[in-house]
């Protein structure tokens, strides 16, 4: 901040500490973030209650990296040459006894960006078409939310009638699925988001395990939702919930209704707001600097107790939280439309995050000491596994009235997802979930794990993600007498089952028998209620961008600049005493050549003896007869 | 070859006519016949000798310059008016405007 403000700097590196000169030299505590995430969105208005406290804000680490205007560009290189050759450079010619002497060491760095001002101005402009090229400034940050059912959800009864979701009758299981900070495809967060997606899959695996039979009169199911973009003003949740008003919650029924039965095989009721029991949301879970966990609780009521006292009595070490305020979280959202659903927030912090490095490119595996080859018994594995238990054992007891087990987590499968989203996407559990013609069998296979990022389109974590959630949450469609053929009509035969219906999503993917060394073999059909649907901020739809009021915080406006690719030079600069020399002695050339051409030109019959061969050269002396 | 003055075909009528012509085309928005007109046929109308019809040129030259000067500060002022305003008229100016630039506010 203090370097910016002298007006001095001009970029700005930073040296990754994967390999190379700075390798894990990680800073004590760095958060791209602002002290108080998500301040804007709050569901509080006053600062004092937004921060937690203004004094013990909840990410104290929080250096606004992310919100502030740098009008400079700042790269991150982590290839350890390239750093090596630019300290080297600058330690040969910038320093030293040498310092001041010319030529000095000199880099450019270009990160041309083509949006300006604010996304109103730049959407508006990508909006205007004047030609037949029109021109994109910037596009609105979008991605996908998933969601799960624990029971399928047919929306004809088997005696006819239409289902209709009684009201408070689903209990809702929550995380954030993406990452933020301020490097490109760098996004992988630990702590957040990485530990709130494999526990919330691993205990949506553990109760489908223990394989509810029927529920108690006043539940009717149990909804998983993973919901994107929640770094940036809680785009997903603003989104599902903005869907659920607009009765496009799971899909809009009067539509299909009106085009007649494009779902003529199986739709979904309606799910809005008022069916929610509660909201049990997972935040930051990792267990680096200590076990105790804490609850935030919002809107007590009976059935938030019941799942306390069920944790409470779990191996978990859990507490209540000190603060009277909930954490930023993506429940947020949903009590500023619906302020009296109960809310139970479940964290590794009470007053401020635990998590040093919130929203930073060293939020990882190495800081929160997790190696997937420490196999399942490693102590972040070991805690996952208890939170998804006691949480799956306490919705089952609160939700279910007959079940086959009780629920137990699988601490082998979160190894398995922790390897793939914190540590490499080269991993086992893609290859079992991955579809035969998709990666991890098409393409190249990197060593980094994806980027979670939302971005402004579709992306790799967001489908792996799905996919793993399809896997540990599906039934597999067992064959019938005659085989599907190859892979390719296996798949054509598995996913002409979603045609036409809602009910359920089936996908091919390769499972854990049909690959080996050389690539998939084969796949399997699984049949699943999980669903994706789109998270972009209501405010670009098209009905309703060109008259929403950009400055009333209703919905998050993020959008992202269109660029085209950022790139650098080293090079050595000579000293400006040899540049105006050169300048100067090409203008000089430049003034005299003039004359003397002219010169030339005028006594060229002196000078060149010839005269006679000169034909059409201009300003000859003698007039040649020029035919009209 | 018909479009040079100096041709002795070109008679001093059809000068006149010429230079009427286009000063009556100028008044189509095209300010810049008026200014062709009045650098074209200045040295007809003030450095040549007299000759029938001189004084209509010179009329048309004159007003034909005046013409041009009066659409050239018009555009001045409004290229400075708009360069200066376009960012805070905000959307009216991205509305007025054919090719935004990209990066720049």
Partial sequence: EKLKNTGNV????????????????IPRAQSDDIPCPNQDSSLYSDLES?????????????????????????????????????????????????????????????????????????????????????????????????YYFQTPRNGTQPDGRSFVQKEKSVAVVLARMDALNIFDKEEVGFDSPTTGIVTLIATAQAIKKALIRSYKPDYENIMFMLVHGESLD???????????????????????????????????????????????????????????????????????????NRLSASPLDIKKSTRTVLPPSSSHTFLKKMPDIPILFISNFDQQYSNVYFHSIYDNALVHNYKYSAGENQRIVQHLTQIATALADALVFAAAADTQSTPKADPGIINSMLECFAETRNCSLYRDVGRPRNFPYVGIVSDEPFAQYISVHSSFHTTMTKQIFQYFTADVVEQEEEECGDVDSCQKQCLMRNKDQMVYRYQFMVGPDCHNQTGAFCGVCYKSTVFEKLARSPAFEPDVWKTYDFTSNEYPTWTESYWKSISGRMFLQPSPAI?????????????????????????????????????????????????? | QKMDLQSRKVTNEMKVDLCSKYFMIGFAFLPFVWLVNAVWFFKEGFVKEEFEGQQKIKKYVILSGIGSLIWTIGFISWIVIFDQNRVAWGATADYMSFNIAVGKP
Avoid at chain 1, 94 to 102: F, Q, R, S
């Fill in chain 1, 579 to 628: 540049q105006h020399t050169t300048l100067a002695i090409g203008l000089t050339l430049t003034l005299l050549s003039l004359p003397l051409t002219y010169f030339l030109q005028k006594k060229s019959s002196i000078i060149f003896e010839d005269g006679a061969s000169v034909t059409g050269a201009a300003g000859s002396n003698t007039p040649a007869p020029v035919a009209l």
């Fill in chain 1, 10 to 25: 001009n970029g700005v590196i930073l040296p990754g500490i994967k390999e190379g000169k700075w390798k894990d030299k």
């Fill in chain 1, 50 to 146: 937004r921060c937690g406290s203004t004094q013990r804000p909840w990410n104290p680490d929080g250096e606004n990296l992310l919100w502030k205007n740098w009008d400079f560009p700042i790269f991150l290189i982590n290839d350890g040459n390239t750093t090596a050759k630019l300290y080297d450079c600058y330690a040969e010619h910038n320093t030293g006894p040498e310092a001041t002497t010319w030529p000095l060491c000199s880099v450019e760095l270009k990160s041309p960006m083509y949006a300006a001002k604010d996304s109103e101005t730049c959407y508006r402009r990508s909006n205007i078409i004047v030609s037949i090229e029109p021109q994109d400034y910037c596009e609105p940050l979008s991605d996908y939310n998933l």
């Fill in chain 1, 234 to 308: 809680y785009i997903g949740s603003n989104r599902i919930v903005y869907d659920m008003m607009q009765e496009d919650f799971p899909m809009k029924l009067s539509k299909d209704l009106q085009s007649n039965g494009i779902l003529k095989n199986g739709t979904q009721a309606l799910f809005n707001l008022t069916n929610i029991k509660y909201i049990v949301e997972l935040g930051q879970l990792a267990n680096t600097q200590s076990s105790e966990m804490y609850y935030h609780a919002h809107n007590t009521n009976e059935d938030i107790i019941g799942i306390i």
